[in-house]
């Protein structure tokens, strides 16, 4: 982890380019896709949901939540992301949420830089680190 200053252009820059992000969803859609079926289960999506810990935690301190509650959450989440609702995940349907998802989350940032903690392997991290790299070229 390392903290990092983002702010909302640097997302939708990321988003619009589309190599950039293209080569990202797909190397991740990858990553989640442990049987190799070009889908994501509802298993293989859950645990990348729960690595996040979004829900299970509050500003860093664990939280124990009531696991029905967390259920409803994460097959909510699915749902959004199966768009054709027919159980499983294919890579346009995991861009065009994911996509959504991140300029939703630029659009809440702004365009004041703020300071966050990001995963190394993160979207956001691969969205500083890119601008970074314009930046200094």
């Known amino acids: 982890m390392s903290v990092e200053l983002l702010d909302g252009a640097t997302i939708v820059s990321f ?15 990858s990553n ?9 289960s ?11 810990r979004v829900f299970e935690t509050h500003f ?3 939280v124990k939540r009531d696991p029905d509650e967390l259920a409803h959450v994460y097959d909510s989440l699915f749902e959004k992301f199966d768009h054709d609702a027919n159980g499983a995940v294919d890579l346009e349907e995991f861009k065009m949420e ?4 991140m300029l939703a989350m630029a ?16 979207f956001l991290k691969k969205a500083v680190e890119r601008e970074a790299m314009k930046i200094n070229a």
């Open 98 to 101: 994911t996509k959504r998802m």
């Open 15 to 29: 988003v619009e380019d589309e190599a950039a992000f293209n080569g990202l969803i797909h190397d991740r859609f």
């Open 60 to 62: 860093g301190i664990d």
């Open 32 to 40: 989640l896709d442990t049987n190799h079926d070009g889908f994501l």
């Open 107 to 122: 659009n809440g940032l702004g365009f004041l830089p703020v300071q966050m903690l990001l995963e190394e392997d993160s």
């Open 42 to 52: 509802y298993s293989e999506i859950l645990k990348e949901f729960q690595s996040l």
